[in-house]
Each structure stands twice: as structure tokens, then as C-alpha cells.
DNA sequence: TGCGACTATATTGTATACGATTTTTTGCAC
DNA sequence: GTGCAAAAAATCGTATACAATATAGTCGCA
């Protein structure tokens, strides 16, 4: 029913808008779970909401499901994806594979003002994870995706750099569907003993804290399959 | 000039084409080397080849660029993409990150009858090198790739399979224009070796050998900055 | 009241239309 | 012939139109 209108992106009179335009915001907005999995972004809703027509709406989409982030059923329109548990398996797979590589790569070329940048992040993490209310814990989500994606950026390889963009931003939909613990950062402090290693130059120690590191975001979750109830079932106790 | 044309996908008159067929088929002529790197995609010559209009023409062009086969430059049109050295050490790099990986995860869930299908895929490719003639080269190239395709499907995780797809089909980019040696396949023998490490259960030997087989596959490039002289100076010796 | 078939509505799939930008061609002066 | 400027053609960007499909609503009947 309620479609992506109440994504308060608003459309912005500087009417500038273009498909690129479209994808990324209806991506932050799932990135911070303003959307939430499953909601239908019906091609109309959208564009009139950005105030283009079906095609560049469509268009987006479109990309969006190259990116896991949206899956278009045939006929029937795309939909904020739902990831499967088995899904969400691969996507955390995926990232304890990839990872350390990246680790690796980032840390043969990483600078002092870069590790510094990198410590600037931790603490306006942590600044954000004392706060309360809705706009820090999105902002919190944020920021604690960024850290995996500033390392990806460091590492100097563009196409790794893309890839992880895509695991970050599907694992955000993962925890949305099957975290469990209120807050997603549970392993805020376990960034900086990696970035400590890393300064330490003790690498094997860096990608040893950051396959660990991942494996604890996974275990908060509950991947449990849920067949979709729904029904009598979900009242018949 | 010479448009899509001269790539002899049918559009076969079994007429359920859709955006899928037509992107499959651009990328088996990319990857094949039957379009060459540069060449222009027009989308009303794409669209006309598969007799649909430029909407899915469009479409289809797009989705090759989020997988890095084509560039679409603004207002100028799609061309078959045309990485840079630099670019072309990226997709090796990832490769070399990523498909160690890959390898362990396959490894540990291989059975004996995938042991058995990826003997075959070799005896295949071997039987390719020794013909000659085009088809049996496009064959050649293809093969090739099947055997890295097939290690990320065995290792169960969907999503490094849709990136190694990506890597490979980007890979036969890179050979096809900075390749040296005539065929490429010069390791043909180290994916046997590889096999052989993961049967005997040595996988850090198994790994060790994937790594070399990627960078020997590098090694055969010509990865110096071309400046594109095609000018004067590209006669006055 | 409950169920099933049929109609109406909404939404997606694809093609076409038109304005904008780029490229090529033409024409003319030198 | 060469070089530049304007016109013509081709191509892309976006919106709209129409057909196909799915969803929701309605009526009739047991």
C-alpha cells in the first residue's frame, strides 16, 4: 500500500534528476532502512515521486536489482529485496572471503593521514552510537558500513571497491530482516583493534580480528528459516 | 563503422527475444572475441539485429555496462568496453584475491563425479588447442573460462559466482588486447596441476597454483600505457 | 454466509514519438 | 586543395502511448 512515498527523500526542486540520481537515493534509503525489505517501489510511485517519467524510474530499478539491492518479479514489479537466509549466508560468506584480501591490499599502501581518517570514522561512530533517536542510528548504520568501505577505497582496486559497495549495502538489508540485538554495532570496538594491528603492521593479526569481526555481525543473526506464516498458523498457539 | 552487425548471433526467428537473450548474447560475442574492445553498440543496430526496439536494445546495453563488458559514454552511445592497463591489472589483482577463495570453498564440498565433470572440461579444452580454425579458438577461449566458472559454481555461493562471471568475461577483454602469445591458454596444463593439488587434498599447494596460474595468465600481457598515437607519429618511425 | 466466475482497475512490458546533442556532410572562401 | 562554418543526418535522452498481465472488486449462486 504505502509505496516508497514515505522515503522522505524529498525530489528537490533543483530539478536536476537523473537516473544515477534516483539509484543512489533509493539506495541510502534502504542502506538506513527507510525502506524496508520487501516493500513494493511500484514504477509510477517512484517516478512521480522524483518527478520523472516510468522510464528513468523503471531504468533505476533496473540497476538496483543488478545490485541485489531490489528484485523485479516479471509482471509483477520490484520489490526492496527480501534475502533469503541461505542468502544472507552467502553475502556474509562472500565478505569473510573478500575481506582480508582487501585488508591485505589496503594495508601495503595505507598512509598515516589515511589510518588517521580511519580513526576520525571510529570515534564519530562511537559519538553516533551514544546518541539516541532515529536519525543517529541510521547515520550509525552508515558509518559502521563505511569503515569496511574506506579500507575497500584505501586498497586501491576500484572493482574490489564496487564489490564490497554491493555486499555492504545487502548486508544492511540482512541485519534489517534477521538481527536481533537492538543494535547492529555490537562490535564497534572490534574496528579499532583492527586498524591498532594494522598500525602495528601485525597483518596476520589484522585479517585474523577482521574474519572474526564478520563472523560476530553474522552471529547476531537469526537465520533461521522462517516459512512464511501469515496464516491461522501465526494465532493458532 | 562496422556496427554489431558483423556479429553473426541470429536473431533467430523463434521470436521470444527478450532483454536476457539479447544480453547473453552480446556478452558470449564479447567474451568469444567476436566484437573487439571499442567497437560501437549502436542501440538502434542492436535493437534492429534482434528485431526489437531500441527500449530493450537499450536496456540490454546497460546491463552489460554495470557488468563492465560495455561503456556507455553520454549522449555519445555503448562501446565494447576498452579497460585500461591500469584497469586490466585491477580485474587480475581481484582475481588473484578472490579465486584462493573460491577454491578452498569448492574444495571442501567437491565430489567425485565434479572431480570426474572437471577432468572433462580439460580433456575438452586440450582437444580444443589442437585444432585450428576460428570456432575451435572461440571454443578454446570459452573453455578456458569454464574451468574457473565451474570452481566458484561448485563452491555453493551464488554471489562469487555472479562476480567471477563478471571477472572472467572482463578478463577475455583484457587478453584480447593486451594478450601477446597467440593463444592464450598457455596454462593449460596448470589447471590439470590444480586439479591434481585439490584430489590429493593439498590445498594450500592447490591455492599456491591458482595464484601463479592467475599471474602467469597476466604475465602474458603487454600492460604498457599505450598513448593513442594512431596519428603521425605512429608513421614517422 | 461462503465460494467461484467475471468484470474493472491498476501495473508492468514494449514500442513509438519528439526534443536535445553529437557527428557527418556540404558549401564556400582562401 | 585546405580549412572553417553552417546545414543535414544520425544518435541518444526522456516522455508518452498502447498492449499484456496481474490484482482487486463485484455479482450471482449454492
Redesign the pocket.
Known sequence: MN?AANAHEAPDVSSEI??QKIRDAIRDAIVERRLSPGT??????V?SLF??????A??ALQALSYEGLVS???????FVAYPSPEEARQIFAARRLVEPGILRDAAARITPSQIQHLKQLLIEEGRLMSERGQTARRAEIKASGDFHLTLAAISGNAIMQRFMDELVARSSLAIALYGQSTVSSCGHSEHGDIIAAVERNDLEQACHLMVHHIAHIEADLDLRERKSVGLKEAFEL
Open positions: 509505496s537523473g537516473t513494493k517501489l511500484s514504477e509510477n510511485d517516478g518527478n520523472v517519467s516510468r522510464t528513468l523503471r531504468a523485479v518479479e516479471k509482471n509483477r514489479g520490484a
